[in-house]
């Protein structure tokens, strides 16, 4: 860019809109064994806004007792679930990738943590097994999205211990973790129910793969899904929102079936009746990672997804797009709970 690398820094904890400001930092320089990223597209997460505005995660995550003054004086460049760039310039030793091609940016804990460097700004520098070739025939709109959500439902998918045929169920079943679950474990063989808060997605979530949606502001679900499953119910519950509607997935599923809770959408506690425990019903929690940090399981995973949305076996809805300039407008609309496709923040 011509006025320099533009940023979105936060050198406090606070609301966004007061704490987030664009500010322009100095281009970094190539260096041997690492790759000059021009930044195009960008996600923007719900964690994004809880990272600069939860004083209590921001410690936990920044370990803020000994990087207070790091956060005060330089700040943080927000942004932690990568993007889309154009590998610009290529340092010494570097094979993976070419100038001018370009590159999904691997930066979700290893660059993000240790250097406060996201991908709101225009320019990054990563190390070469960061910069990931995009396929040719891969979008970009894609292409900016692909670790994150991708890498947890591809990991998850591979834990399941359900037979195929079987039932499953996933709550926030319209979020983009939903909908690529339901995209590959129906795919794979696997009966999914899906729980929503809406009635206008059902349509959409059954053309994806879902045998049943419901509405769990509407219908009881543990009753529901003993109709849909015979009386027997669910093999296994699948969490993203924990709270009291936990509660209600352990109700869902069989004597002795499991509870996986990857996700705290509505809350960081779990219910759990004391009936369902004493079925046997299995609690526990997930997380994608050792898909991040194994490099066996993480080449695995890169090659597999990229097939994934190359053969069309997962698609995504339409993502909506504001310049990195624009991103107060950008964060509201992500906070938007009626939000079906990703909001991204884009250098033209």
């Known amino acids: 860019m011509e006025h320099g690398n533009r940023a ?22 190539i260096s041997p064994g690492h790759v000059l990223v021009r930044i ?11 990272l600069c ?12 007792s000994k990087n207070s003054e790091t956060l005060k004086n330089t700040g943080v460049v927000a942004g932690h679930e990568g993007g889309l760039g154009i590998a610009e310039e290529i340092g010494d030793g570097v094979t ?18 240790p250097y406060f460097q996201g991908s709101w700004q225009d320019y990054i ?12 025939k891969i979008e970009d709109d894609i292409a900016a999205q692909f670790s994150s959500n991708p890498w947890t439902v591809y990991g998850l998918c591979k834990e399941i211990d359900s037979p195929k045929g079987g039932y499953i169920l996933i709550t926030a079943a319209a979020s983009t973790v939903g909908r690529l679950f339901i995209q590959l474990a129906a795919h794979e063989g696997y009966n999914i129910i899906a729980i929503v808060r809406r009635e206008d997605v059902k349509e959409e979530l059954i053309s994806l793969g879902a045998v049943a949606v419901i509405n ?26 924990g709270g009291t509607l936990t509660k209600s997935v352990a109700a869902s599923v069989r004597d002795g079936g499991q509870v996986m809770v ?16 004493w079925r046997k019903v299995e609690i526990s929690s997930w997380n994608a990672s050792s898909y991040f940090l194994e490099k066996e399981k993480k080449e695995a995973a890169i090659k597999a997804c990229w097939k994934l949305f190359e053969e069309g076996i997962w698609t995504l809805p339409p993502a909506l797009k504001f310049d990195l300039s624009d991103f107060k407008q950008a964060l509201h609309e992500t906070r938007k709970s009626a939000r079906a496709g990703k909001v991204l923040l884009q250098t033209k």
Do not use: M, W
């Open 8 to 29: 979105l820094v936060f050198k406090e904890i606070g609301e966004f809109e007061k704490v987030l400001h664009l500010l322009f930092l100095p281009k970094p320089q």
């Open 40 to 50: 195009v597209l960008r996600p923007v997460h719900q964690f994004d806004l809880v």
């Open 53 to 64: 505005s939860d004083l209590s995660v921001a410690e936990v995550f920044f370990d803020l």
């Open 96 to 113: 993976l990738c070419s100038p001018g091609q370009r590159v999904h940016l691997d930066i979700t804990f290893s660059y993000f943590l």
């Open 125 to 136: 520098l990563i190390k070469e097994e960061s910069a990931i070739p995009v396929p040719d």
């Open 216 to 241: 769990s502001a509407l219908e009881d679900v543990p009753k529901v899904v003993k109709q849909i499953t015979n009386g027997e119910g669910a093999y296994l519950g699948i969490d993203l929102v």
């Open 262 to 277: 990857i996700g705290e959408l509505g809350s960081g506690d779990v219910v759990i009746s004391q009936k369902d425990l």
